[in-house]
C-alpha cells in the first residue's frame, strides 16, 4: 500500500481518532440546511399594530431566539417560516446580551446546528439569512472583518449584508453551522455589521426549555430597560 494508506493504517490500528475536515459548501446548500431554522417575527400592540420586525432562529424544538430589541415594544407575537405563521409566546431573556427566547408550536423547521464561535478566525466566509425589510429568508454572503471583544464577550463583525429586519437572524459558517445571531449595524459607517456569537443563544435555549419542560409555560413581560432603545457595548 502506499506511504499515506499505510501510515492510516498504523494510526487507526493504535487507536489514534483521525477525523477528516469537512469541505466547504457551496452557498445554495448552505442556504437549504441552514433556512430550515430561520423564521420571521412580527410584534404587535394590544390594536394588533406591527410594532416590530425581524427574524429568528431556531436552536432547539419548539424554541426560538432573536434579538430583544425585535420584540420589546409588543403584546404578540407572530412567527412564520415559508407560507405558515403561528402565535409565540417570549418565555426568557437576557438582558446584557439583547437575547429573548420565544415558544412556538407547529412550525416545519429543523434546529440549527450550533457552531464553536471561539474558532472563527477574521478572513472566513460566512452567510446571513434574515428577513431584511420583510423579504422573507434573504441569503447574503460576506466575510468575518473583525472579532470584538467586550466585558461580556466577543461579538463578530461581518461584510454580510443586512438591513431593517435582518436582526435576530442567523450568521452562519461556510458548512451550515450557527455560529452568530445578527445584533446590529453601525449607521455611521458603512457594512459595519455585527452578530452575538451562538454560544450565547445557546445558554439562553436551556434555561428557556427548562422552562417548557415545566410544563407552565406563561408569557413574560420585558423590563423597561429593555422596552427602550438600548445600546450594544460595542457602541458605549
Known sequence: MGAMKLIRALLLGSGVLITQPCAARTPDLVFKQASRSVVMIYATDTSGKIVGRGSG?????????????????????????????????????????????????????????????????????????????????????GLISGLRETSGG??????????????????????????????FTFSAGQNLNFAAPAGWAGDLAKKASSIVSSGSVKQIELPPSLTKQWRHPLLK
Open 57 to 141: 432562529v431556531f436552536v432547539r424544538k419548539d424554541l426560538l431566539v432573536t434579538t430583544c430589541h425585535v420584540v420589546a415594544r409588543g403584546k404578540t407575537f407572530l412567527v412564520g417560516h415559508t407560507n405558515k405563521r403561528l402565535p409565540a409566546r417570549l418565555i426568557a431573556y437576557d438582558a446584557d446580551r439583547d437575547l429573548c427566547a420565544l415558544n412556538v408550536q407547529g412550525l416545519d423547521v429543523t434546529p440549527a446546528r450550533i457552531g464553536d464561535a471561539r474558532g472563527l478566525r477574521v478572513g472566513q466566509r460566512v452567510y446571513a439569512i434574515g428577513t431584511p425589510e420583510g423579504f422573507e429568508l434573504t441569503l447574503s454572503e
Open 154 to 183: 466577543r461579538y463578530i463583525q461581518t461584510t454580510a449584508p443586512i438591513s431593517e429586519g435582518s436582526s435576530g437572524g442567523g450568521l452562519f459558517d461556510s458548512n451550515g453551522r450557527l455560529i452568530g445571531i445578527i445584533s
